[in-house]
């Protein structure tokens, strides 16, 4: 019975390679529309179950430690905080309307847009404390920081604005006219790049007095935009046109266009170069390979809209979910 | 592959609305119209499949005959606009709204708004059970609020333009005042914050008791039986709620899907047969006039009683 002799030194191999194989890397979808979160095996590009929560979830953020993922449920008034290995509850905590929330790169604040209530709320990080609530004419939807912590930029959809706030001494810098049903921002090259939705341009704005510098045309609707990894790229997605536009990150000139039907809206970059965009009226997650600008797709829940990736989750369908 | 009412309602979005709303000018709704473009599909499917059962049924076992069946026609139109059109516009672009501001207004004080979840922490991840409860609490209050809408005579005097039809059929459901039908929206909005009714959760949910109410409505001879007909409304059942005698201001069965209701709160009448329909106090635009003339006296009703009312 060799087996049996050799066991006691196969078994500990056994166990750590089933442990490597379920590291396989787990995605986060926001199902905006149908009330979950769908957790996607990464590597075998499928999803394996759904976190129910109480409403209407949209977007996620990984905590400055790494230690959570905070994901904002608007309707259901709460944020629900969930361990980013495994999909894990950890908490739940009350929030009014959370639609879009960001740390500071320096950890210190964390920024909650309501887009349903016209606010936007800054947290103490640390201790989750609510430090001031500004009223924002209307619809606040994405954001970002200056790389110094020292200012926040929120889009207004609703009135065609932008404002930006003094997270110093927590008041109100400015808010201008950036273009129509303004979308994403991006913080970069020490401008501050939005997504104008009603139309079909990134516009670029001084940071200092929101006065727009230029505008860049991307395609019908650009919707939101990420800067790649390796900081070469910014991709916009076109809601309305249904394409996803790379631009050279030094020079903002558009390098190509793909098409990713069915309302594309978030990215995330896998360590493999693919971008996974979540694709609103598809139910899928198009997982596009820039190269040749094919894309697989994934099947996710109803209406996907916040997207992240953690190469180094733990892809296990057993994973206690509540 | 997804849900194909979802991926009709996505198509719906990606195709015609999104693009209607960037011509416009209107993409801060982009959003929103996801909610109304669900509802229309879902609106669209009810009409079809409540067409495919009771159209068979009223034409295989009919009450009543008319040579000249105009009148029905006004009530398809009816139904267009209450599952297709306005309904689900009113409750995504306002009801949505104000149910994500009082909860915020909650959750500011540290207080969570009331939701079957939270109150039976089992119910999440079981839509199927949760998706009944919500069913039954619904029906309840709406059992109410239509036993609401005989008591007033304001109320009524809009009401009463549901039970003027003569011939009525699986399609005189949602014959109703736009006032009505705005009460209505805001009767249930308010039960749907105080439950915690996710609206784009269920829209499984009002298309199952949207088709039981229309079918109880249908010009068919269909009973369950004794036993049936105390655990779901039936044709026979809710036909005795139109009945000429049960018009007015008292009258009987007036569930909408389940008969417990009258049965809990002594107002069940299981004893009439198929009776013929209609409201003899009523007046004539009201049963055979256009859409428009319907809904003006429905209003000049309403606007006299409430004179009344103040004048008394």
Request: glycine share 8%; net charge neutral; hydrophobic share 45%.
């Given at each position: 019975?060799r087996f049996i002799r050799v066991l006691p030194v196969l078994l500990p191999l056994l166990v750590l390679g089933a442990k490597l194989a379920a590291a396989s890397g787990l995605?986060?979808?926001?199902?905006?529309?149908?009330?979950?979160?769908?957790?996607?095996?990464?590597?075998?590009?499928?999803?394996?179950?759904?976190?129910?929560?109480?409403?209407?979830?949209?977007?996620?953020?990984?905590?400055?430690?790494?230690?959570?993922?905070?994901?904002?449920?608007?309707?259901?008034?709460?944020?629900?905080?969930?361990?980013?290995?495994?999909?894990?509850?950890?908490?739940?905590?009350?929030?009014?309307?959370?639609?879009?929330?960001?740390?500071?790169?320096?950890?210190?604040?964390?920024?909650?847009?309501?887009?349903?209530?016209?606010?936007?709320?800054?947290?103490?990080?640390?201790?989750?404390?609510?430090?001031?609530?500004?009223?924002?004419?209307?619809?606040?939807?994405?954001?970002?920081?200056?790389?110094?912590?020292?200012?926040?930029?929120?889009?207004?959809?609703?009135?065609?604005?932008?404002?930006?706030?003094?997270?110093?001494?927590?008041?109100?810098?400015?808010?201008?006219?950036?273009?129509?049903?303004?979308?994403?921002?991006?913080?970069?090259?020490?401008?501050?790049?939005?997504?104008?939705?009603?139309?079909?341009?990134?516009?670029?704005?001084?940071?200092?007095?929101?006065?727009?510098?230029?505008?860049?045309?991307?395609?019908?609707?650009?919707?939101?935009?990420?800067?790649?990894?390796?900081?070469?790229?910014?991709?916009?997605?076109?809601?309305?046109?249904?394409?996803?536009?790379?631009?050279?990150?030094?020079?903002?000139?558009?390098?190509?266009?793909?098409?990713?039907?069915?309302?594309?809206?978030?990215?995330?970059?896998?360590?493999?170069?693919?971008?996974?965009?979540?694709?609103?009226?598809?139910?899928?997650?198009?997982?596009?390979?820039?190269?040749?600008?094919?894309?697989?797709?994934?099947?996710?829940?109803?209406?996907?809209?916040?997207?992240?990736?953690?190469?180094?989750?733990?892809?296990?369908?057993?994973?206690?979910?509540? | 592959?997804?849900?194909?009412?979802?991926?009709?309602?996505?198509?719906?979005?990606?195709?015609?609305?999104?693009?209607?709303?960037?011509?416009?000018?209107?993409?801060?709704?982009?959003?929103?119209?996801?909610?109304?473009?669900?509802?229309?599909?879902?609106?669209?499917?009810?009409?079809?499949?409540?067409?495919?059962?009771?159209?068979?049924?009223?034409?295989?076992?009919?009450?009543?005959?008319?040579?000249?069946?105009?009148?029905?026609?006004?009530?398809?139109?009816?139904?267009?606009?209450?599952?297709?059109?306005?309904?689900?516009?009113?409750?995504?672009?306002?009801?949505?709204?104000?149910?994500?501001?009082?909860?915020?207004?909650?959750?500011?004080?540290?207080?969570?708004?009331?939701?079957?979840?939270?109150?039976?922490?089992?119910?999440?991840?079981?839509?199927?059970?949760?998706?009944?409860?919500?069913?039954?609490?619904?029906?309840?209050?709406?059992?109410?609020?239509?036993?609401?809408?005989?008591?007033?005579?304001?109320?009524?005097?809009?009401?009463?333009?549901?039970?003027?039809?003569?011939?009525?059929?699986?399609?005189?459901?949602?014959?109703?005042?736009?006032?009505?039908?705005?009460?209505?929206?805001?009767?249930?909005?308010?039960?749907?914050l105080a439950i915690g009714v996710p609206p784009l959760q269920f829209p499984l949910l009002v298309l199952v008791l949207r088709f039981l109410e229309s079918l109880s409505h249908?010009?068919?001879?269909?009973?369950?039986?004794?036993?049936?007909?105390?655990?779901?409304?039936?044709?026979?059942?809710?036909?005795?709620?139109?009945?000429?005698?049960?018009?007015?201001?008292?009258?009987?069965?007036?569930?909408?899907?389940?008969?417990?209701?009258?049965?809990?709160?002594?107002?069940?009448?299981?004893?009439?047969?198929?009776?013929?329909?209609?409201?003899?106090?009523?007046?004539?635009?009201?049963?055979?006039?256009?859409?428009?003339?319907?809904?003006?006296?429905?209003?000049?009703?309403?606007?006299?009683t409430l004179a009344g009312s103040m004048a008394r």
């Amino acid at each position: 019975m060799r087996f049996i002799r050799v066991l006691p030194v196969l078994l500990p191999l056994l166990v750590l390679g089933a442990k490597l194989a379920a590291a396989s890397g787990l995605a986060f979808v926001v199902n905006s529309g149908g009330a979950s979160i769908s957790l996607v095996d990464m590597s075998a590009e499928k999803e394996l179950r759904r976190i129910p929560v109480l409403r209407e979830p949209h977007h996620l953020v990984l905590s400055p430690d790494g230690k959570s993922l905070l994901v904002g449920d608007t309707v259901a008034n709460e944020v629900l905080f969930l361990d980013p290995a495994t999909g894990a509850l950890q908490k739940r905590m009350p929030v009014a309307d959370p639609y879009q929330l960001g740390f500071s790169p320096n950890g210190r604040f964390l920024v909650v847009n309501g887009l349903a209530r016209n606010q936007i709320d800054v947290y103490d990080a640390a201790s989750m404390q609510l430090l001031k609530r500004f009223p924002a004419a209307s619809m606040p939807s994405h954001l970002d920081y200056a790389p110094d912590s020292s200012r926040v930029f929120v889009s207004l959809q609703g009135t065609d604005s932008m404002m930006a706030i003094d997270l110093g001494k927590l008041a109100t810098l400015w808010t201008e006219k950036v273009g129509k049903t303004p979308a994403g921002v991006l913080w970069h090259e020490g401008k501050v790049l939005v997504a104008d939705m009603g139309t079909d341009y990134v516009a670029v704005v001084d940071p200092a007095d929101g006065h727009v510098i230029n505008r860049i045309h991307t395609g019908k609707g650009a919707h939101n935009l990420f800067l790649s990894p390796d900081r070469k790229i910014i991709w916009v997605n076109n809601r309305v046109g249904g394409t996803t536009t790379s631009l050279d990150a030094s020079t903002l000139a558009p390098i190509r266009s793909y098409a990713i039907p069915g309302g594309p809206d978030d990215i995330a970059f896998a360590p493999d170069g693919r971008l996974w965009i979540t694709r609103r009226f598809a139910e899928k997650v198009a997982v596009l390979d820039p190269k040749t600008g094919e894309y697989q797709t994934i099947d996710v829940g109803r209406s996907p809209h916040g997207l992240f990736l953690n190469p180094n989750g733990i892809a296990a369908p057993s994973v206690a979910s509540r | 592959m997804g849900d194909p009412f979802d991926l009709a309602a996505g198509w719906l979005q990606e195709h015609l609305l999104i693009p209607l709303l960037y011509a416009l000018g209107l993409m801060q709704w982009e959003d929103v119209s996801y909610g109304w473009a669900l509802f229309a599909v879902y609106g669209a499917c009810q009409v079809a499949i409540t067409f495919a059962v009771c159209m068979p049924l009223e034409r295989w076992r009919p009450v009543e005959r008319w040579p000249d069946a105009h009148a029905v026609t006004v009530d398809v139109l009816y139904t267009v606009i209450s599952r297709v059109g306005v309904l689900p516009l009113f409750s995504f672009v306002l009801f949505y709204r104000a149910q994500v501001a009082l909860n915020g207004l909650l959750a500011d004080h540290d207080l969570v708004p009331p939701t079957l979840e939270r109150l039976a922490p089992f119910l999440l991840g079981q839509p199927v059970l949760t998706f009944m409860l919500y069913a039954i609490i619904l029906d309840c209050a709406d059992y109410w609020r239509h036993r609401l809408s005989h008591r007033f005579r304001w109320w009524w005097a809009l009401h009463s333009l549901h039970h003027a039809q003569r011939q009525m059929t699986f399609w005189s459901d949602d014959r109703n005042h736009v006032v009505d039908d705005l009460i209505s929206a805001l009767w249930f909005g308010v039960i749907a914050l105080a439950i915690g009714v996710p609206p784009l959760q269920f829209p499984l949910l009002v298309l199952v008791l949207r088709f039981l109410e229309s079918l109880s409505h249908a010009n068919a001879r269909v009973a369950f039986g004794a036993v049936g007909e105390r655990l779901l409304i039936s044709p026979r059942f809710h036909r005795a709620h139109h009945g000429l005698v049960a018009a007015g201001q008292r009258s009987c069965n007036y569930g909408a899907v389940l008969p417990w209701w009258d049965m809990l709160f002594g107002t069940a009448d299981f004893r009439r047969d198929y009776v013929a329909t209609g409201d003899p106090t009523g007046e004539e635009a009201l049963a055979s006039g256009s859409w428009f003339r319907q809904q003006w006296a429905g209003l000049r009703r309403f606007a006299a009683t409430l004179a009344g009312s103040m004048a008394r």
